[in-house]
């Protein structure tokens, strides 16, 4: 069936520093990508998504590329900001049908 | 903008209490799902609803119930709360085939 891995964390970056979270998954037919942020205390907000191959989703600076060949979707930032910690989830939709990563603890240090 | 409200923040109950969790959104969606989300464990399907008086069970529906008499409105349930239940709960909704939006979250903690 349908699934997303994700890189394990926590991950901890020193501001600036650039950013990547890897994000895999497997499908049937043709899904669409998404990440979600979720910030301490809070519910999962959408941050980018991508519906088709070579696609590329972007917001706040962050940037991920929807490959097929490669079956990912790894999300990205150039320089990450202490404001940027939070968990990182990355997700598929197949069907009508979600899937979630587990998500990926980032945390940045001034 | 979609909003997707939760009716507590947090919230504290015994072993043993009927629990009720409520969620509106104000985006005519059609689909409503409850999760629940652990260390560790991501985020695990409780029950969803494809429509008003629908439900179906997720990966997790044990100790669950739920309700949709509204469309804009779908509730959990917890009709005998356990300690095993703490946990932060997250309501969403969506239509088909399209992104979807979470609440804020519940906080509950069983006593």
């Known amino acids: 069936g349908d699934s997303v891995t994700q890189m394990e964390g926590p991950v901890t970056l020193s501001e600036e520093a650039f950013l990547t979270i890897n994000c895999t998954y497997t499908?049937?037919?043709?899904?669409?990508l998404f990440w979600y942020v979720q910030y301490p205390g809070e519910g999962l907000q959408l941050l980018l998504k991508?519906?088709?191959?070579?696609d590329k989703g972007s917001n706040k600076g962050f940037e991920a590329t929807y490959r097929k060949e490669t079956t990912s979707f790894h999300l990205e930032k150039g320089s990450v900001q202490v404001s940027d910690s939070a968990v990182y989830f990355c997700?598929?939709?197949?069907?009508?049908?979600?899937?979630f990563g587990t998500g990926t603890s980032l945390t940045v240090i001034p | 903008d979609v909003k997707v409200t939760q009716s507590s923040r947090y919230l504290v109950k015994r072993t043993g209490e009927k629990v009720f969790l409520e969620c509106v959104q104000d985006?005519?969606?059609?689909?409503m799902f409850w999760y629940r989300q652990d260390p560790g464990l991501g985020l695990r399907l409780i029950y969803f609803s494809y429509d008003v008086k629908m439900k179906e069970k997720g990966d997790i529906p044990e100790g669950y119930s739920v309700s949709r008499e509204k469309k804009e409105r779908f509730s959990l349930i917890l009709e005998s709360a356990s300690t095993n239940q703490t946990s932060m709960y997250l309501c969403?909704?969506?239509?088909?085939?399209?992104?979807?939006?979470f609440g804020p979250g519940t906080r509950l903690t069983v006593l």
């Open positions: 985006m005519d969606h059609e689909n």
């Open positions: 969403a909704s969506r239509n088909r085939f399209d992104t979807q939006y």
């Open positions: 499908a049937t037919g043709y899904p669409s």
């Open positions: 991508a519906t088709k191959a070579d």
């Open positions: 997700a598929l939709m197949g069907g009508n049908q979600f899937y």
